[in-house]
């Protein structure tokens, strides 16, 4: 949601310190047994001064939503556009996935249980975008197959298993954990190409060219 003419920097900083409370308390305990109210005792407000920063429940919901999406989906067109074999980018994909899922564990989980409470076209527009994530990331996989260096998959089974092992990470992970999400995403990639690939595929020397890849992209 812009900002209002008129309204200076504090009314933005405010605005994301509420969006960020609401997205903790919907993750505890879920949006809708969150009301106004206890949204604004968090965050220190009457219940007009409330609506003045976010305009409506849904709204935060909205842009909880798109912190998520956002990012992942502008770091997902721009790894896929890349000129790299399809199984690089496929990791590449997956450790910005696991980037993102670590950085706002508790936006995750409102953007998994709670999107089914959008409405309209807040609601249409959510389900497009998680489409098209969807449709990036078999893609890949297909490409990969297409390179052969998969073996021919039914293609929305390999995307499901690819989204499932990292989708799921939110329930067990935390931010100051033992595992970062360039550990996880070398292991996840590890099992799942370990599957996915054709006989003879140098499974291994996927960390080294992504190694050389990051040291060209650096340069």
């Not at 605005?15 to 505890?28: G, N, S, T, V, Y």
């Not at 067109?77 to 696991?98: F, G, N, Y």
């Not at 998680?130 to 021919?152: H, N």
Request: charged letters at 25%; glycine letters at 8%.
């Amino acid at each position: 949601m812009p900002r209002p003419p008129g309204h200076g920097p504090g009314y933005e900083v405010k605005r994301q310190e509420i969006i960020d409370q609401a997205a903790a308390l919907f993750a505890k305990q879920g949006y809708a047994a969150t009301g106004i109210a206890e949204l604004g005792e968090v965050a220190g407000l009457a219940k007009g001064a409330l609506y003045y920063y976010i305009g409506s429940k849904e709204n935060l919901l909205v842009e909880i939503q798109d912190r998520v999406l956002g990012p992942l989906l502008t770091g997902a067109r721009s790894i896929a556009a890349l000129d790299e074999d399809p199984v690089l980018k496929l990791r590449l994909l997956s450790q910005a996935l696991l980037d993102i899922i670590l950085a706002r564990l508790d936006h995750i989980w409102v953007y998994e249980h709670d999107y089914r409470h959008l409405t309209g076209s807040n609601r249409s527009r959510l389900l497009r975008q998680r489409r098209e994530f969807e449709k990036i990331v078999r893609g890949l996989l297909v490409a990969a197959m297409d390179v052969g260096a998969f073996r021919r998959l039914d293609p929305r089974l390999a995307m499901l298993q690819f989204l499932n092992l990292h989708n799921h990470t939110y329930q067990w992970a935390r931010a100051d954990g033992p595992w970062d999400a360039a550990f996880l995403s070398r292991e996840y990639c590890a099992t799942l190409i370990s599957g996915f690939c054709s006989d003879g595929y140098d499974v291994a020397g996927l960390e080294k060219r992504l190694a050389e890849y990051r040291e060209r992209s650096s340069a």
